[in-house]
């Protein structure tokens, strides 16, 4: 099965990396974890994007805080998917990390999901793994039914919760 790569910009966005992780073992979908920055790794950054496709990895995971041009950095540097997940954290709550990874130049996407929102770009991870993989898509849906019924149970005792 074809690998799901994530970097995030530093150890201190592992919170928000850890709901990503939980999603692809929850779906047995192989990855590799990377810490590297914009910034700070320049170098380290631009070549695990480079290598992307030849390392085995068909979509990208980047997820940085603050002035948060990781996500655009890896994009720029391979023509795989690239999610980017903007992290809270800074004095600004994320909404620079928001603008900075959402707001890309045409030609570069970057499919940004919410601020630190980890479940949800994996869970795009894997939708885009399962174009094709019928298993994988079949595991999609059942996911979806699952927490559907969660929330129908939920619904059968609101009133109760309410006495
Ligand atoms: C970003 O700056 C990182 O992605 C992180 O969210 C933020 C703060 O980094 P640290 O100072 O905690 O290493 O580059």
Same mark, same amino acid.
């Given at each position: 099965?074809?690998?799901?790569?994530?970097?995030?910009?530093?150890?201190?966005?592992?919170?928000?990396?850890?709901?990503?992780?939980?999603?692809?073992?929850?779906?047995?979908?192989?990855?590799?974890?990377?810490?590297?920055?914009?910034?700070?790794?320049?170098?380290?950054?631009?070549?695990?994007?480079?290598?992307?496709?030849?390392?085995?990895?068909? %979509?990208?995971?980047?997820?940085?805080?603050? $002035? @948060?041009? !990781? =996500?655009?950095? /890896?994009? &720029?540097?391979?023509?795989?998917?690239?999610?980017?997940?903007?992290?809270?954290?800074?004095?600004?709550?994320?909404?620079?990390?928001?603008?900075?990874?959402?707001?890309?130049?045409?030609?570069?996407?970057?499919?940004? %999901?919410?601020?630190?929102?980890?479940?949800? $770009? @994996?869970? !795009? =991870?894997?939708? /885009?793994? &399962?174009?094709?993989?019928?298993?994988?898509?079949?595991?999609?849906?059942?996911?979806?039914?699952?927490?559907?019924?969660?929330?129908?149970?939920?619904?059968?005792?609101?009133?109760?919760?309410?006495?």
């Amino acid at each position: 099965m074809n690998k799901v790569g994530i970097v995030m910009g530093s150890d201190s966005d592992l919170p928000v990396i850890r709901k990503a992780v939980d999603v692809l073992k929850s779906f047995d979908v192989p990855f590799e974890v990377h810490v590297f920055s914009a910034h700070r790794t320049p170098v380290e950054a631009r070549d695990f994007a480079l290598h992307a496709r030849e390392n085995g990895i068909s %979509v990208l995971i980047a997820a940085a805080g603050m $002035a @948060a041009h !990781l =996500a655009g950095a /890896i994009a &720029a540097n391979t023509t795989l998917p690239v999610i980017g997940i903007p992290c809270s954290g800074s004095k600004l709550s994320g909404m620079d990390a928001l603008l900075a990874t959402v707001m890309m130049p045409s030609g570069i996407p970057v499919a940004t %999901v919410a601020v630190d929102g980890g479940a949800n $770009a @994996a869970l !795009l =991870a894997v939708e /885009i793994l &399962a174009v094709s993989d019928e298993a994988l898509a079949a595991k999609l849906q059942e996911k979806r039914e699952k927490d559907a019924a969660a929330v129908l149970e939920k619904d059968r005792g609101i009133l109760e919760r309410l006495d």
